[in-house]
């Protein structure tokens, strides 16, 4: 089943053309990535799936339903959430507050009964905190609930992005350069944890990365972005040895 | 008032304000001075739930409180309202204006918000100069009668930081935190950025305007320059120095500079001095406020005092 259809999507940023023409296809329960060198409008297609920027042409599809021109949080209200090249954590909140950020789209107390803590604000309360919890021990977190997230090691901070958009519950996630400053200890970790929430969770996944060890392992699908142009599509393995790929990895000469 | 500041005592200066509010004795001094410190407060909850804890800066709170202020005195007096209905319709008149005002402003960003607002604000005060009619223009609105007391205005403060404090607690709050500290990921967490700086901005002004229509039947007489942009500027300050994510902070900051001003007036025009040099202090060694984000919250008051007995 088709989860995301992106067709021929752009973005001009000042007449540099960022993202030229891009489509892809996303199907259920798959991990799909999107690579390319730097400066390839790889982050920009995230951008453009979760409404930061509005898009010049194109459309984008979400089980069946067009989702171009909303708003950001209706995107993430419908099951698309995703984590940041550079983590964007919340820092005057603690951990435990940062995943129950998240949770505030499921909940359904209102302002007013907020105001007065109605006896339904204290239950929904606790099933957030309770599902937190949950989260972080998924993530072996337990112990910095109580912490605040740039007090934490990057390679916490990470696993806590990766928790937080976790807890809104989405259908699709989008990791934008997940395995970044980690080390490769901690990158094997990440790809079982990948895998595993995939299964658990029936999630699909895109990701935008530069590591190729982790996207040649567990991407079923690759894009190849250059200077905002798809240049390639297909099976890791196909990837590897297209030509157009090699070229503009490694230069004309190579 | 030429004399050294050394040789001014205390109590020689504070006779001289007793004679000039018309007081008599020295507890009906304390009385006034923590009744109109306690309103201050109210002001100053106002301005945490939007500067401190949404991050939102205004320089147009003032223009809530004159709001509030206006409405109420000339319902009661003009029209004969009764006095709980004048200070809601005060309240529901701040949050409509709030509301109005929200819909432009809000989508602006930090400076600009501060400069729109702050336009708000001294619009409000020019109008309410010029509807002389309805608002006696320079000369105010004086003989309001005295309804409010200092039971009723800490009544007024608990019931404001019960609400304020449950809402701080819960997904509001956290909301609001969230987008103040970065809006971009907020929104992509599923907030709606702009509608739930809508409800803090509606809710503040409402506040703002409460205890304005206090100020209005504590004072009993208002004018256009009872609160300026200065005053407004003050509420975020004293916020800031407080700790822009305690309550706690807020409240005790607030007591603080305002009754420090009136039982301190032998400093004379040192008060503001001082003020500027405890904002310094504070800014360079405690960024978070005096407070950070410590809370006093029932729980902890509890354990505290089953711990000491």
Avoid at chain 1, 162 to 176: C, G, I, S, T, V
Avoid at chain 2, 260 to 278: C, K, M
Wanted: aromatic share 12%; hydrophobic share 45%; charged share 20%.
């Amino acid at each position: 089943m088709e989860v995301l259809k992106a067709i021929s999507i752009s973005k001009n940023f000042g007449g540099v053309s960022a993202v030229d023409q891009f489509a892809m296809v996303q199907r259920e329960n798959e991990i799909t990535g999107i690579i390319g060198p730097n400066g390839a409008g790889k982050t920009t297609v995230f951008n453009l799936i979760t409404g930061v920027y509005p898009l010049d042409t194109g459309e984008i599809w979400f089980y069946g339903k067009n989702i171009t021109g909303l708003p950001s949080h209706r995107i993430t209200d419908l099951g698309i959430t995703r984590t940041f090249q550079n983590i964007r954590l919340f820092r005057n909140l603690n951990v435990l507050d940062n995943l129950r950020v998240a949770y505030g789209i499921k909940v359904r107390y209102t302002v007013w009964e907020e105001m007065i803590r109605w006896p339904r604000v204290k239950r929904e309360e606790g099933e957030t905190e309770e599902l937190a919890r949950s989260y972080l021990a998924y993530f072996g977190l337990e112990k910095y609930g109580d912490m605040f997230p740039y007090n934490l090691p990057y390679g916490l901070q990470r696993r806590l992005e990766l928790a937080r958009a976790l807890m809104a519950n989405p259908k699709l996630l989008l990791l934008d350069e997940p395995a970044a400053g980690l080390n490769p200890k901690e990158i094997h970790q990440l790809i079982e944890t990948l895998l595993k929430m995939k299964e658990e969770k029936n999630l699909s996944i895109i990701i935008v990365e530069h590591h190729m060890e982790l996207v040649m392992n567990i991407c079923k699908m690759l894009y190849v972005l250059n200077f905002g142009k798809k240049i390639a599509e297909g099976e890791p393995k196909d990837i590897q040895r297209n030509e157009a790929v090699l070229q503009a990895y490694l230069g004309d000469e190579g | 008032m030429s004399s050294p500041l050394w040789k001014r005592g205390v109590r020689g200066d504070f006779v001289e304000i007793f004679k000039s509010i018309g007081v008599r004795g020295p507890m009906e001094f304390y009385i006034k001075v923590l009744e109109i410190t306690c309103l201050h407060t109210i002001l100053v909850l106002g301005a945490y739930l939007m500067t401190g804890l949404t991050g939102l800066f205004s320089l147009g709170q003032g223009g809530f409180v004159s709001i509030g202020a206006y409405t109420a005195s000339i319902a009661y007096l003009h029209f004969n309202v009764p006095f709980p209905m004048a200070i809601l319709m005060a309240v529901l008149m701040g949050s409509a204006v709030g509301f109005l005002i929200g819909i432009p402003t809000l989508r602006l960003h930090r400076d600009y918000f501060l400069l729109v607002t702050f336009g708000f604000g001294e619009m409000i005060r020019a109008a309410l100069l010029h509807l002389a009619q309805l608002t006696g223009g320079a000369l105010g609105i004086a003989g309001i009668p005295k309804l409010v007391d200092l039971p009723m205005i800490l009544i007024s403060i608990l019931f404001i930081t019960f609400l304020i404090y449950n809402l701080k607690r819960s997904r509001f709050g956290r909301n609001c935190i969230a987008i103040r500290d970065d809006e971009l990921a907020a929104s992509l967490m599923g907030i709606n950025v702009y509608s739930h700086k809508m409800k803090v901005f509606i809710l503040s002004s409402a506040i703002t305007s409460y205890g304005g229509a206090l100020y209005a039947f504590l004072i009993m007489f208002i004018e256009p320059n009872l609160f300026n942009w200065l005053e407004s500027a003050k509420l975020i300050i004293i916020t800031f120095v407080g700790g822009v994510n305690s309550i706690t902070g807020a409240i005790i900051a607030s007591v603080v500079y305002y009754s420090f001003g009136e039982f301190f007036r032998f400093v004379d025009v040192w008060r503001d001095v001082l003020l500027a040099l405890a904002v310094l202090f504070v800014t360079i060694f405690r960024p978070g406020g005096i407070f950070g984000s410590w809370e006093l919250s029932p729980t902890k008051l509890f354990s505290w005092r089953a711990k000491k007995g």
